[in-house]
Nanobody
Framework: QVQIEESGGGSVQPGGSLRLSCTASGYTLDYYAIGWFRQAPGKERERVAC???????????YYGDSVKGRFTISRDIAKNTVYLQMNSLKDEDTAVYYC???????????????WGQGTQVTVSS
């Protein structure tokens, strides 16, 4: 199975920036669509971004409406890493952020996806 690890979370003030990283051990992420999801206490899990398999699009990206224009997802093939650059952060961005590697693309139900353990992002004054 793919072992996923997220990193880069932390605490920032509103308007600040963070960059999250998603890596895998043993497997290349090239064959997976990589999605970033978040979940705040008492709220449903929300998909915030996804990047397509390298073979299908070489980096086509998709974003949730709540983060368009503020977040950017990218893939560094040489480092086997996917990044989520988060700018202009708001209080409502506070959540645990999860990376998911999905063999069935960006619009699957994530039933066969491999998930990381999450990284906490806190935005507050």
């Amino acid at each position: 199975q793919v072992q996923i690890e997220e990193s880069g979370g932390g605490s920032v003030q509103p308007g600040g920036s963070l960059r999250l990283s998603c890596t895998a051990s043993g497997y290349t992420l090239d064959y997976y669509a990589i999605g970033w999801f978040r979940q705040a206490p008492g709220k449903e899990r929300e998909r915030v971004a996804c990047i397509s398999r390298v073979s299908s699009s070489d980096g086509a990206a998709y974003y949730g409406d709540s983060v368009k224009g503020r977040f950017t997802i990218s893939r560094d093939i040489a480092k086997n890493t996917v990044y989520l650059q988060m700018n202009s952060l708001k209080d409502e961005d506070t959540a645990v952020y999860y990376c998911a590697a999905d063999p069935n693309g960006c619009y699957s139900d994530q039933r066969l996806a491999y998930w990381g353990q999450g990284t906490q992002v806190t935005v507050s004054s």
